[in-house]
């Protein structure tokens, strides 16, 4: 790869890395007009499951339609550096395992992304769903 090519994608990789982290802001302050149904309760043990396997869920258009669901796995692995796992049809989600897991270790802790950073963070109006070995379980709110 030329020099020229490389830094291209490393420039156009930061911009992506920018709006990724936007979204994350955004999503982190939106978050406050809604109560949750559910607390999440628990510690993490830093086993490194959760970055092992990474559920990403698509809406049913991106599902449907392969060139948007192709879009996503591309924009996951070059963004956010993961690599594709399997797809789930049947849940419309995508699993993913990071790269930047080291010895079960983040390697990019202090500068991980918001989703990673607010992991696990549960859905508003459903039960959270946790992987297997995870430490951390729901309660109903107050």
């Not at 607390?39 to 959760?50: D, E, R």
């Not at 591309?74 to 897991?101: A, G, I, Q, R």
């Not at 989703?115 to 963070?121: A, G, S």
Request: some cysteine.
């Amino acid at each position: 790869m030329t020099f020229i090519k490389k830094t291209a994608l490393q420039i156009l990789r930061l911009i992506l890395r920018f709006i990724r982290d936007f979204d994350g802001f955004f999503t982190r302050y939106s978050k406050k007009i809604f109560k949750k149904q559910y607390i999440i309760k628990g510690q993490c043990k830093q086993c490194g499951v959760c970055c092992t396997k990474i559920a990403i869920y698509l809406s049913e258009s991106f599902w449907h339609y392969p060139l948007l669901r192709n879009l996503a796995v591309k924009w996951y692995e070059f963004v956010y550096n993961f690599t594709m796992v399997k797809k789930e049809p049947d849940l419309k989600v995508l699993v993913f395992s990071c790269n930047y897991l080291k010895e079960n270790k983040c390697s990019i802790h202090k500068k991980r992304p918001y989703f990673c950073r607010n992991y696990p963070d549960t859905e508003y109006f459903t039960k959270q769903v946790f992987i297997e070995g995870c430490s951390f379980y729901c309660t109903l709110s107050d």
